[in-house]
């Protein structure tokens, strides 16, 4: 018989033998993690709604999960989630795109002001509009929304400056911006806050060479202030909730998926401090026959999450070496987690307010 390339390559290169004759829940696209993280790595997390889930592993699992902005002592423990504490890093909400991310750090370090600053609403109420989901019923007062935003905004600094690991989360390519100055928004004004107008706000829907040229604009800033940084891209598998694009939301969301693993691809072959981790392709993967969404085809059920959060244990964390879980809370959490893990979504999606009629 004769030679040929494919005969030399490794059984995972194989879908007969990656996929079809393995069980679902031991498919393994990851083959081998880029670098390890150590208990000792500050780890920083953020981007979209399933990056949240990073967190609350790393946690759990004694690793060093940073957190730079934590809430007042006098916060009751029941609103700490409910005022986005500890959702993140730091308390910027969901950042669903690259031009975001982007726009925080130049926010953070003086580089950036937008020019829409605030979102009052109808009861004289103050709604910041780049976190427009922190702050439920928005703030009391212009003074209290400045020292909120400046609080933030240091910790942002302190967030870039200290972490060992970054995960980003890409969530989206469909974005709001405003015509006046770029400033992206997280979800477009007058649904969460805001008046939209069509003359000061518009839609844009970022190419795989704008999200690449993001991502590369972003490692100039953070290794400018932080050069032993490293960086773990995600794409999230959620599906959009809503597009702006006129056609189905199905075809927006595969686009817009496509997009964004692509520039990942792009990225992690260019730059060597970045890796991808494939949570995307493990959760839509054809071999779970759907089995990881809930009812709404959107939710990410535990069973996809624990997949994809073992694999990332075990390619890209020292587990062995990580404090001792508590195992008794590790099992109540997964217990009640399938339960509650739509209405986690819902709270802490803004994108999910776009389908709300």
Known sequence: MAEHPYKSQPAHAFWSRAIR???????DPVVQGAFTISPRDKVAT???????HIARYLSASGFHYLVTETPHPILPAHLVKEYDYNTFTARYGNIYTTGQLNQLFDRAYGEFAPAEQIWRTDDERFIDPFRPNIQPGGFASAQ???HSRDLHLRAVREMFETLDVFVFTLGLTECWRAKADGAVFPICPGVMGGEFDASRHEFHNMSVDEVVRDLRAFWTRLSGVNPRARVILTVSPVPLAATAEDRHVLQSTTVSKSILRV???QITRDLPAFAYFPSYEIITGTFSRGGYFADDCRSVLEDGVAHVMGLFMRHYTDAAAAPSPDRRAERRRKRSHVRTMQRLVEVNCEEAALDRG
């Open 21 to 27: 004759d393995t069980l679902p829940g031991e498919v």
């Open 46 to 52: 953020a981007g979209s709604c399933f990056a949240q």
């Open 144 to 146: 209290e929304f400045n």
């Open 263 to 265: 520039a990942a691809d």
